[in-house]
């Protein structure tokens, strides 16, 4: 089956968050349990308010499932501030052979801040050394590394730079960085970076405002394939392909960035 532990943030809209990752390990036959780091009010119009759940709860959560279930991997998501990134590193750390997908959640899809400006040099110290792969977006390895990542290149260079961090792999997701094919057609490319190489995963870019928790949904349905043993290139290529078809089957909801189809695969 795969068990899979959420350190992560609560989407009351249900489209981001531990709510998408728990639609998303579950679709693809995992075991979803969480530790929640914060509550947050949301929807799709936007973030209206960050609630954080305090430090001792956060970590008693996770070492309940820890002590009882167990996990083949961890996905962590929105932490929020130093003393979270310090409790998460701390719970990864006492299960070392454990693979973390680790999505350095910093802005929300409406702009809302979900990490403090003081806690990025705790994710760089703490988090990605202790990731076997980290997932971030343009904007997100920009300020982790400090580079402009606007280009194909840029996504290299930066992932280069995480890697040197200390991340043990890096997906680059490329849906910030224009990006066009020769016949002049808008593609989104992410690129897997290992010390062993690169491997690209691309395809045509999807004109919808329905993305809300693509971030989310893309680290955990990778987190459930670690767990379920596939090779990471595999669980990549797996859970790509997952968010692709939830973002064409977006059921439409809400007014602003609507959330995807988690469920296609068991309807």
């Known amino acids: 089956m795969g068990r899979v532990l959420v350190l992560a943030g609560s989407d009351s809209g249900g489209g981001a ?3 998408a990752d728990i639609k ?9 349990a969480t530790a929640i780091t914060a509550v947050t009010v949301q929807n799709t119009l936007g973030v209206t308010g960050v609630h954080p759940i305090p430090l001792e709860v956060i970590e008693a959560q996770a070492r309940a499932v820890l002590d009882d279930i167990g996990a083949d991997a961890f996905k962590t998501g929105m932490l929020g501030d130093v003393g979270v990134v310090e409790t998460v590193a701390r719970v ?20 809302a801040p979900l990490l403090a400006e003081r806690a990025i040099d705790a994710v760089k ?12 977006n343009a904007p997100e390895a920009s300020a982790l590394t400090g580079l402009a990542v606007e280009t194909l290149d ?31 057609i808008e593609r989104v490319v992410d690129l897997l970076i290992t010390p062993q190489g690169e491997t690209s995963f691309e395809g045509e870019r999807i004109d919808t405002r329905h993305t ?11 987190a459930a394939g670690l767990s379920q043993g596939l090779p990471l290139t595999q669980a990549v290529a797996r859970a790509w392909n997952y968010v692709h078809e939830a973002m064409l089957r977006a ?12 469920a296609w695969v068991v309807r």
Do not use: F, W
């Open 251 to 262: 059921p439409g909801l809400g007014k602003g960035h609507g959330p995807l189809d988690h």
């Open 154 to 184: 840029d996504q290299r260079r930066a992932g280069e730079a995480l890697l040197a961090l200390g991340a043990k792999a890096v997906l680059m997701k490329g849906g910030h960085v224009a990006n066009k094919s020769e016949k002049g």
């Open 92 to 111: 990864l750390a006492s299960a070392p052979d454990v693979p973390a997908v680790v999505d350095p959640v910093m802005i929300a899809k409406g702009g």
């Open 212 to 222: 809300h928790g693509t971030g989310c949904t893309l680290a955990s349905a990778i």
């Open 24 to 32: 998303t390990i579950t679709a693809l036959g995992g075991y979803a």
């Open 125 to 136: 110290a703490l988090m990605i050394p202790r990731a076997a792969l980290l997932t971030p």
């Open 17 to 19: 968050g531990v709510q």
